[in-house]
C-alpha cells in the first residue's frame, strides 16, 4: 500500500524525497497554523468582536475532535454542541452555519491542496506559468466548496487538479505516507472556519436585532 509506494519512491531518488517530505509538510502545517491563528484570530476580534484567546479555549474540544477524527462531518455534532453551549451562539444560525460549512466552508483544505500541487509540479520539474498558478488557486477554492468532509477526502481533488495542469497524477503517492497527519491538522483548519463564520454572522444579526429594537423604541 502507501508503504509500498515510498519505498519505490526511496529506492529511485534516495533519501532526498525524505528531506523534501519534510520540508513540504512543514510548510503545510506552517500555513495552516497561520491561517488558524491570525487569519480566525483577527476575523474573530475585529469582526465577530470577541476574544480570540476566549474563543479559542471554548472551542478546544471540537479542536481535539477535529484532530483524532480528520472529518468534518463526524466533528459537527460537537461542534454544534460547543458553539451553542459555550459561545452562546444563536441556534439556528449554527445549525445553518455549521452544517452547510462542514462540506462547503474547508478552507484549510483549500490551502493544503494549493500547497499540494505546487510541491508536487516542482518535484517534477514543472515550471508553472501565472495563469497555471492562478488556475491552481482557483480550482484549489473550488475544490475546498466540493470536498466530501471524511477523512482523505481532498485527495481525489488534488488529483483533479493535477491532471487540470499537466502534471502526473500519480504523483499523488509520493504525499500519500504523511498525508494522515495533514488530513488531521486542516481538518482541525475547516471545523475551526466554520465556527468563526458562524460567530460573525451571530454577532451580526445580533447587531442588527440591537438596532432594530433601538429605532422601534425610539420611533414610539
Known amino acids: 500500500g502507501v508503504a509500498a509506494l515510498i519505498f519505490s519512491t526511496a529506492s529511485q531518488l534516495g533519501f532526498q524525497i525524505i528531506s523534501m517530505l519534510l520540508k513540504y509538510v512543514l510548510v503545510v502545517m506552517g500555513a495552516l497554523t497561520i491561517h488558524l491563528l491570525f487569519t480566525y484570530g483577527f476575523i474573530i476580534k475585529y469582526a465577530a468582536k470577541k476574544s480570540p484567546v476566549h474563543f479559542f479555549k471554548n472551542i478546544t474540544e471540537v479542536l481535539v475532535t477535529a484532530f483524532s477524527t480528520s472529518s468534518s462531518n463526524a466533528t459537527l455534532p460537537t461542534s454544534i454542541r460547543v458553539a451553542i453551549g459555550k459561545l452562546k451562539l444563536d441556534k439556528d444560525i449554527t445549525n445553518f452555519v455549521l452544517t452547510v460549512g462542514s462540506t462547503a466552508n474547508q478552507n484549510g483544505t483549500a490551502l493544503y491542496e494549493g500547497i499540494t500541487v505546487l510541491f508536487l509540479a516542482q518535484f517534477y520539474g514543472i515550471d508553472l506559468g501565472l495563469g497555471q498558478q492562478l488556475m491552481v488557486v482557483l480550482l484549489s477554492i473550488l475544490a475546498g466548496v466540493g470536498t466530501a468532509g471524511v477523512p482523505g ?68
Do not use: C, F
Open 153 to 220: 477526502g481532498s485527495l481525489p481533488m488534488v488529483v483533479m487538479v493535477l491532471q487540470t495542469i499537466g502534471v502526473p497524477a500519480e504523483g499523488i503517492g509520493i504525499i500519500l505516507g504523511v498525508d494522515r497527519l495533514l488530513d488531521m491538522s486542516r481538518t482541525v483548519v475547516n471545523v475551526t472556519g466554520d465556527i468563526v463564520l458562524a460567530s460573525w454572522v451571530d454577532t451580526t444579526e445580533k447587531g442588527y436585532a440591537a438596532e432594530a429594537s433601538h429605532s422601534g423604541a425610539s420611533g414610539s
